[in-house]
């Protein structure tokens, strides 16, 4: 055997091995490397805390912008906590093809709203098959536009006839069959005949090109109506993808009577047409005293009372998204860490944990923060920069841990006459959810509170 070959493979196999052992020890957060190699004595620029003072409450959102929401959401809830939340939809059609020609012989048959499902959010969600919703259809009464800005709390005005009315069981998850062919999820909503008849006749002129087709036919307006019942905690949100191509509705038309089969022409659902969301909260007061929200959350929010109590988010904080609740609060303490000293902050992550880990609701799969500023506007915190790995912001394991270094050694290192206008917290910054959260408030004598974990490092 080659004895100069053998030691080269043992060098190789031992430096392999010490390459290994150097790997694991950097296994360490980065603020504890070195650490290891001080006494204890020797440990005291290092601090750690986990007791700063937070102010924080829950207050109405802004509000939300939803014509540019990536799904548009349609459904109702009973909550015992937020009270009854519904979601309608207001959307344009437009002509799949310009001056389409319906025979003067023309015979309706039918004219059916397809609305394909991309998600749902279920209340209590054990519950073993979704409530039956109640969704009534009206056509729009006034022009829509794809270039202007709708928000969530708008209404426009509407005929005052309805031409459509469905109550069903949602089946998100379900393939279906029309005409014996198989389809992805979809909503199948029947429309009037007398829409339908309208269409068949409109004049040439009316189908000229989709200026003249939108200004003729103003759009849909789909409202889900309140759930026919006083039960807490039942109902749901539906998501639909009203981009994808089988988004339509299609009128279903014989040539003449005499004919055996149906023709059919789409009016089609596109980037081009303007639609968006409703959100009704019914200002947290429900329908009637029932379905109204929980006393403390509607206190806290100043619901029926004077002014908001705030003092009630020691206890318990709310957020909600479809333009609901946020969550304001600051750290009024933070810079007496600074009076006498100067210090490098290793690592600041706020902690949100569960109220009830047993709670049925699911949580929401994402929060996000926002830094307050003078104009009463809001901006992205610098943390949020270094991507979501850093910033973190995921329920996982019954909590949120948010990174939030950058903000806290920024805030440290501003005059201390600086106004600290504080943070805002929501559910998900894209808002395409249907998600409500409750978690433990900031009294510092509660296990599961919220809090700032601070680690720093002091400069002698």
């Not at 001080?38 to 109405?60: C, M, R």
């Not at 599961?448 to 974990?453: A, T, V």
């Amino acid at each position: 055997m080659n004895t100069q070959l053998f030691s080269l493979k043992n060098f190789a196999l031992l430096f392999l091995l010490g390459f290994m052992i150097v790997l694991s020890s950097c296994e360490d957060e980065p603020d504890l490397i070195g650490m290891s190699l001080q006494s204890q004595n020797e440990k005291l620029g290092v601090g750690f805390s986990d007791s700063t003072s937070i102010i924080a409450y829950s207050v109405f959102d802004d509000s939300l912008r939803t014509d540019n929401y990536s799904a548009n959401l349609l459904g109702t809830f009973n909550d015992a906590v937020f009270g009854t939340t519904s979601a309608s939809i207001y959307t344009q059609l437009r002509l799949s093809t310009n001056s389409p020609v319906f025979e003067t012989t023309a015979v309706f048959d039918s004219l059916v709203l397809y609305l394909p499902y991309s998600g749902s959010y279920l209340l209590n969600k054990t519950s073993a098959r979704l409530t039956p919703l109640h969704i009534k259809v009206y056509e729009v009464d006034q022009k829509m536009a794809v270039d202007s800005i709708y928000y969530a709390d708008r209404f426009l005005s509407t005929k005052s006839v309805e031409i459509g009315n469905l109550t069903f069981t949602p089946s998100p998850n379900d393939s279906v069959k029309i005409n014996g062919i198989k389809y992805p999820p979809l909503l199948q909503i029947k429309l009037s005949a007398s829409l339908g008849e309208a269409l068949l006749k409109a004049s040439a002129a009316d189908l000229a090109d989709n200026d003249k087709f939108t200004s003729f036919f103003k759009g849909l307006f789909i409202n889900a109506l309140p759930l026919n019942t006083t039960e807490e905690n039942k109902g749901s949100i539906l998501y639909f993808n009203l981009l994808s191509s089988l988004a339509n509705m299609t009128l279903y038309y014989k040539k003449q009577a005499t004919d055996t089969i149906s023709t059919r022409y789409n009016f089609v659902i596109n980037d081009k047409c303007a639609k968006y969301t409703n959100f009704n909260h019914y200002k947290y007061k429900g329908l009637n005293a029932t379905l109204s929200a929980s006393n403390d959350f509607k206190n806290q929010l100043g619901v029926d009372i004077p002014a908001p109590d705030t003092s009630l988010g020691q206890q318990k904080l709310y957020l909600q998204s479809m333009g609901g609740v946020k969550v304001n609060f600051k750290f009024p303490f933070l810079r007496d860490l600074i009076k006498d000293k100067k210090i490098v902050v290793n690592e600041a992550v706020l902690v949100i944990k569960n109220l009830d880990p047993n709670d049925k609701n699911a949580p929401p799969s994402l929060l996000t923060i926002l830094k307050k500023l003078a104009n009463g506007k809001t901006a992205f915190l610098p943390d949020i920069f270094e991507g979501s790995d850093f910033f973190g912001g995921t329920y996982k394991n019954g909590e949120y841990r948010m990174r939030i270094t950058r903000y806290i050694q920024e805030m440290l290192n501003t005059p201390t006459t600086t106004p600290d206008y504080g943070l805002v917290m929501l559910i998900d910054s894209r808002r395409t959810t249907a998600n409500r959260f409750v978690f433990t408030g900031t009294d510092k004598t509660l296990a599961n509170r919220m809090k700032l974990e601070l680690k720093y490092t002091v400069i002698k």
